[in-house]
């Protein structure tokens, strides 16, 4: 096996108490992890579990944790990843006052692409994604499906070596988000970009993935391969198998999770009668 993309080791985040009272939230829990090269991982969670607090520190947005996070052997020091990074979050994040080619130009220009790759990148993925007819359109004139895929072909313009991908396609119908996930597997295969893919939705990680991660409480509590040739087709009947093993182990996480959350509350936090107990005996 060659050397990982990304090397996590013994992750850790934690959130200062609400005003300054009561133990830090721990957020991300001395987490390992080993990404390769061209890998498609996708890690699903449910909200709140640590997902893109992960997604932060790997782009170096996030820089306030514990241990070690490696990108090509390299350390992600001072918010600087050694390599380039695009992030792609649930909202498009276009700019409104430009039209859709010159959103993709700010980017080439703010990543420093010599002018002489802007029209070669622009032509290829725009018309990998459909959208070449529409470059003169400004984001109020598309849909949400199609600014969402020009956020992935502003994304893909600068030629990351790593994608990372919050939810994007969390808040479209899921006829338009089904279109995106094809199109997003076509552009994979013929890029072989590192991504990793942060969800909640069980059989999106499945149709997507290479591996699944399953995120609980700032843990990776299981690992689920997806063996599944490419290109993959919706209606396989391998995919609904292996995405009902993942929903079912996922809810037996989450409970367990959730219990094990409980538990620890209920010791952190003495039952009132024994702090008025305590406070009565202090008088």
Request: with cysteine.
């Amino acid at each position: 096996m060659s050397a990982a993309k990304i090397h996590i080791r013994n992750l850790s985040k934690e959130f200062p108490p609400r005003q300054g009272k009561g133990d830090p939230l721990r957020v991300i829990k001395s987490l390992d992890l080993a990404i390769q090269p061209h890998e498609f991982v996708c890690i699903l969670g449910r909200s709140g579990c640590g997902k893109s607090t992960l997604l932060n520190a790997i782009a170096g947005l996030d820089q306030d944790y514990t241990g070690v996070i490696e990108i090509d052997g390299k350390a992600v020091t001072g918010g600087r990843p050694p390599v380039r990074i695009a992030y792609l979050f649930q909202e498009p994040r276009l700019l409104p006052w430009l039209t859709a080619e010159r959103n993709i130009d700010f980017v080439l220009r703010a990543c420093r692409v010599p002018f002489s790759q802007w029209r070669e990148r622009k032509e290829r993925y725009l018309g990998i994604t459909g959208l070449d007819r529409f470059r003169t359109y400004y984001p109020h004139q598309l849909s949400g499906g199609m600014a969402q895929r020009l956020a992935l072909v502003r994304a893909l313009c600068v030629e990351p070596d790593i994608l990372l991908m919050d939810e994007p396609f969390s808040g479209l119908d899921e006829l338009t988000a089904r279109r995106l996930r094809v199109d997003l597997l076509n552009i994979w295969r013929e890029t072989r970009k590192t991504v990793i893919f942060v969800t909640h939705n069980a059989y999106e990680a499945t149709f997507l993935a290479d591996r699944i991660l399953v995120m609980v409480q700032g843990e990776f509590r299981a690992e689920i391969p997806v063996r599944i040739t490419r290109p993959r087709d919706y209606d396989d009947p391998g995919i609904f198998d292996i995405n009902r093993n993942v929903v079912r182990l996922f809810l037996q996480l989450a409970d367990s999770g959730d219990a094990a959350e409980a538990e620890e509350t209920n010791r952190a936090v003495p039952d009132t009668r024994e702090r008025e107990t305590r406070r009565a005996g202090a008088a």
